[in-house]
């Protein structure tokens, strides 16, 4: 079967750094994404990890160890605007992403 | 100048109907999607399709049935609608079958009183 572990809501202060932890199971394995999604909003693509390591695009970055099953998300320079839903999912076939419920980051002044 | 727009926004509906969700990318992909996020947030693929063929079709109950005219439209048809089936349901779409990564759609709000 598969399952995805993340926290379910994380509050952290503006300006402040946050990792959003994830660890997964899945039967194949092709990557992680990172997808944030605002209330009432679409999800939007963050970032992949194919490879096991760090990837950084501006305040974001993500992590992945293929032989842990986890990643995480690392999120600098904390803004209101983060305030939003994380998704890590797994792919595991053919673009077959596995969500999950996602961790909700609210971001305080 | 939308890249994947889904009509229609809200849809509110009593048990029984029959009712359909259309989807439109104008972003040239080859695989479009349906996802269905319910209240707890959790989001789930339904089916994909590539290049108007069936490549994902996941545990989804019969009364439901996409069909992709071509590659740029992929709808939802719901036959008997049932409570549970209030969502929010996404589209969305990507280059390839095993590209990333997925543009949704802003969702349809599906109510079934």
């Known amino acids: 079967g598969q399952s995805l572990e993340q926290p379910s809501e994380v509050t952290a202060v503006e300006g402040a750094i946050v990792q959003i932890n994830c660890t997964y199971q899945t039967s194949g394995f092709y990557g992680l994404s990172w997808y944030q999604q605002h209330d009432g909003g679409a999800p939007t693509f963050l970032s992949y990890?194919?490879?096991?390591g760090l990837e950084e695009t501006g305040r974001f970055s993500s992590f992945l160890s293929r032989s842990d099953s986890y990643g995480y998300l690392l999120l600098q320079e904390l803004q209101m605007k983060d305030s939003a839903s994380y998704f890590c999912?797994?792919?595991?076939?053919?673009?077959?992403?596995?969500f999950g419920t996602g961790t909700r980051l609210t971001v305080i002044p | 100048d939308t890249a994947v727009s889904q009509t229609p926004k809200y849809l509110v509906t009593q048990m029984g109907n029959d009712k359909s969700i259309k989807c439109e990318q104008n972003?040239?992909?080859?695989?479009m999607y349906w996802y269905k996020q319910d209240s707890k947030k959790f989001l789930k693929i339904m089916f994909s399709y590539n290049n108007k063929e069936l490549i994902i079709n996941e545990t989804v109950p019969n009364r439901f049935s996409p069909k992709s005219p071509d590659k740029a439209h992929l709808n939802l048809h719901i036959n008997s609608l049932e409570l549970g089936d209030s969502a929010v349901y996404f589209c969305a779409s990507s280059l390839g079958p095993r590209e990333s990564p997925l543009h949704f759609g802003n969702g349809t709000r599906l109510t079934v009183t």
């Open positions: 990890n194919a490879l096991d």
């Open positions: 999912a797994p792919q595991t076939g053919a673009n077959n992403l596995f």
């Open positions: 972003l040239g992909h080859d695989t």
